[in-house]
């Protein structure tokens, strides 16, 4: 009696089902009601009273080892064509997911991104704590020069045991900081943008902000001239906003280039008739830009005399409200949903 049932147990520990038929054959022999089980369990009470326990646990081994082999094999043999889909039409949408929207300045720099990818520009990035050293010295700023004010920079009190060059820490003013970044750990040929979000002490209005974001942009090889820069920006300007766009460089000056010149395009709003945004002129600015000084490339410890490079930089925000004719700019950080919901792109 005994071996009969290990040689059960043995048996359905070692089943192996190989279609659902062989498997309902096995649920009849061993588990429904006239099956081995139960016959085995109306067998008990025939059982010699001090035996009787050691059966009744061999036959709760089998119980457990045919169930468990049934509950493991449940689902294997399920087709989809055995789920009943009476009544239900399966070509019916789904429910919509709600998936928000990106920032329209993400957006604009993912654009921005993409643009200057197509000709061979990478991305690099940089700190937005700065030392004097990355965000003014290497850059030709001379020591009196007003941008190093305290009235146009943040300056983050240093602890007592930091020594830092020419001992001040700020926030970056612009992102022009990652140039020089850049200059110390790579070799020419460079062809980079950085963007990334900028401070100045400034006075909060509709065309100013206490924080805003820029893209940098620079090109150091051998004979890089001002015409590269000039056709560089003029295919950004048509690709960024349409292939009518006209641009115009006026002379400027910046520390950290000469020549220098600020850039404007033919105004999106009024296409150049005159409007409030273009102030009458139809045409505005969005970037300053110039070849890189001699002095900033030997700082980056890149010969000028082989070397030669341009560079830009420009406001995010300003090209953003270009784009999306926005005529204030605190509201790309003020996080209105009914402004921020009209934003659906992918890029
Ligand atoms: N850093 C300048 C600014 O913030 C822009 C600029 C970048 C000008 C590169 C020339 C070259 O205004």
Redo the contacts with the bound molecule.
């Keep these: 009696m005994f071996e009969v049932v290990r040689a059960y147990i043995a048996e359905a520990k070692s089943f192996q089902p190989s279609s659902k038929e062989e498997l309902e054959q096995f649920r009849l022999r061993f588990i429904s009601k006239k099956g081995l089980l139960g016959d085995l369990f109306s067998k008990l009470k025939d059982v010699a009273a001090e035996e009787r326990k050691e059966f009744g646990l061999l036959v709760n081994e089998l119980k457990q080892a045919a169930e468990g082999k049934i509950l493991e094999f449940k689902d294997a043999f399920e087709t989809e064509s055995s789920i009943d889909f009476k009544g239900q039409d399966l070509t019916l949408p789904g429910e919509p997911l709600n998936t928000g929207s990106f920032h329209p300045l993400t957006l604009v720099r993912k654009e921005i991104i993409s643009i200057f990818s197509r000709i061979g520009f990478n991305v690099s990035d940089g700190p937005e704590i700065e030392d004097d050293w990355h965000n003014f010295s290497a850059l030709n700023f001379p020591p009196e020069h007003p941008a190093r004010d305290m009235q146009d920079t943040f300056f983050i009190d240093l602890t007592p045991d930091q020594t830092i060059y020419n001992g001040s820490l700020a926030l970056r003013t612009?992102t022009?900081s990652i140039q020089v970044r850049v200059m110390d750990k790579q070799k020419p040929p460079i062809r980079t943008i950085c963007p990334g979000r900028v401070y100045r002490n400034e006075a909060i209005s509709a065309r100013a902000h206490c924080f805003f974001h820029?893209v940098?942009g620079f090109y150091i090889d051998e004979k890089v001239s001002f015409a590269d820069l000039k056709q560089t920006l003029l295919y950004f300007a048509q690709e960024m906003f349409n292939a009518d766009t006209k641009i115009r460089l006026r002379p400027s000056y910046?520390p950290?280039?000469e020549p220098?010149a600020e850039m404007d395009i033919s105004c999106q709003i009024c296409k150049g008739s005159g409007c409030n945004v273009c102030k009458y002129s139809g045409w505005v600015e969005i970037l300053?830009?110039?070849m890189i000084d001699p002095a900033v490339l030997e700082n980056g410890k890149i010969d000028p005399s082989t070397y030669s490079g341009f560079?830009?930089?420009m406001g995010i925000e300003r090209i953003a409200m270009m784009k999306y004719a926005v005529n204030d700019l605190r509201i790309f950080s003020d996080n209105d949903v009914r402004f921020l919901r009209n934003f659906k792109g992918v890029l």
Excluded: P, V
Aim: charged share 5%; glycine share 22%.
């Design positions: 612009h022009s820029q940098e910046f950290f280039t220098s300053g830009c110039g560079a830009f930089g």
